[in-house]
């Protein structure tokens, strides 16, 4: 029968989402172009540096469970990807979700749903392959979907193997170019596997991260700089981050950055392209309520950012704006940093109604959107205003001239308590030794 032919299904599905799409629009016909009404509104609007453009959540598909990633397609700039963990109130659900959401249209739902028995942590558009997405899971698989493919089921997976993955898997990332590029993940066992995406049978390379003593890395979180296939740095359960290579005769960790009082919740280099190089420059957050600015030339911290009362949950630079960061926490508070304009409060800054936890954050690689996302399952799309999010031609130098400045003022407050340490040190130490006077 023609109904039941995968033809004839594949034109429905197809027939179907542009439909919706096509239903959800809120379109004014009688709008008058010759009239001025709402240029007031208008006008307050372009002075808001961030306002909420709306918002994402399926009840079915996403309701309980916590957003674990997300990320855009490099093809199509109107997709987000969202990966989920598993909702403890349906156990007979799929523990792992992927959707996929269209901000160019209003519809409701999800434009593709995905799923698989493990819960999903990471996922990723496969770079290079726009019909791909990579999942990596907590049982230590990564599984693969085809959007080309009538089937909501990973169509390959990883083996479950010592070869490869057997703890969960927070972290993955394509790296390279069209003609040679590779899937990086890691486990929280320290595990680097490299992999082909044409066969995922079993990794090309694996590579076990290990610190002092020989104990393995915990990794929470993973970042490369821009158009760097070998050198990345990680964030760790221990609160330390680390600066690591894939190969060469030191591959491993290279060096160690201590700071954090508490695990390590997200890791951003800066990788603006620019009149001056910052991919040595990187971002971390921790449960500790801080966020930490570090260059990968010096194991201390340049500064530690304080002006939050919850855990800090994610950070990540702007792909635009060499000064610009924006970062989450436990209060469900949104701020968005330019480090040209104030180091001590945030330049501008929302929280999300009902005061969810939100725990991932992701900009449009243009710069203007950015998403945040709750342990409920909603995500949220902001607007930012383009003349805060897009640099000014003087932004590099000024960026250059605050990093020096705070490093400056690192140096002085290091001299100071040298000076104070000294200062409270008894100067009359040595009278206290008792001298036989001469005679």
Not at 56 to 69: A, I, K, L
Not at 108 to 136: D, M, W
Not at 149 to 158: D, E
Request: proline share 5%; charged share 20%; glycine share 6%.
């Amino acid at each position: 029968m023609i109904i039941l032919s995968e033809d004839f299904q594949h034109f429905v599905d197809r027939a179907g989402r542009v439909m919706e799409r096509v239903l959800c629009e809120n379109v004014d016909y009688y709008t008058d172009y010759s009239g001025g009404a709402g240029e007031e509104g208008l006008d307050e609007k372009s002075h808001q540096r961030i306002s909420l453009n709306r918002y994402f959540f399926d009840e079915r598909w996403s309701r309980n469970r916590c957003v674990t990633s997300m990320d855009w397609s490099p093809q199509f700039p109107e997709l987000l990807l969202a990966s989920y963990n598993n909702n403890e109130d349906s156990p007979n659900d799929p523990d792992g979700v992927v959707l996929i959401w269209n901000t160019k249209f209003k519809k409701a739902t999800p434009e593709y749903i995905f799923h698989c028995q493990s819960a999903v942590l990471s996922a990723k558009f496969a770079r290079f392959h726009p019909n791909l997405i990579l999942g990596g899971t907590y049982s230590g698989q990564i599984v693969l979907w085809d959007n080309r493919v009538q089937k909501r089921t990973p169509i390959q997976r990883t083996p479950l193997s010592a070869s490869a993955h057997t703890h969960p898997v927070y972290c993955l990332s394509v790296v390279g170019t069209q003609n040679a590029h590779n899937l990086i993940s890691i486990s929280t066992d320290g595990r680097l596997c490299s992999w082909s995406l044409d066969m995922l049978g079993q990794p090309q390379e694996t590579l076990d991260l290990h610190r002092m003593q020989s104990k393995p890395v915990a990794v929470t979180c993973l970042d490369f700089p821009h158009s760097d296939v070998n050198n990345f740095v990680v964030g760790s359960e221990e609160g330390a981050a680390y600066s690591a290579c894939r190969h060469g005769a030191k591959a491993g960790i290279t060096d160690t950055y201590d700071g954090h009082q508490g695990p390590i919740t997200g890791i951003s280099v800066n990788s603006v392209q620019g009149g001056i190089d910052f991919s040595h420059m990187f971002l971390t957050s921790s449960i500790d309520w801080t966020i930490k600015l570090w260059s990968l030339k010096d194991s201390k911290p340049i500064y530690s950012f304080e002006d939050n009362g919850d855990y800090v949950l994610d950070v990540k630079w702007s792909p635009a704006h060499p000064a610009l960061f924006a970062a989450v926490d436990g209060s469900g508070r949104l701020d968005l940093w330019n480090l040209n304009q104030d180091t001590e409060v945030p330049a501008a800054s929302v929280t999300v109604e009902g005061n969810p936890a939100l725990n991932r954050i992701s900009w449009t690689p243009s710069g203007l959107h950015v998403t945040v996302g709750d342990n409920q399952g909603k995500i949220w799309v902001y607007d930012v205003a383009e003349n805060f999010a897009h640099p000014r031609h003087d932004e590099w130098n000024k960026f250059l001239y605050t990093t020096q400045e705070l490093r400056n003022n690192q140096v002085d407050e290091e001299l100071e308590k040298l000076n104070y340490s000294v200062s409270n040190t008894p100067l009359s130490s040595m009278g206290s030794i008792t001298t036989t006077p001469l005679r």
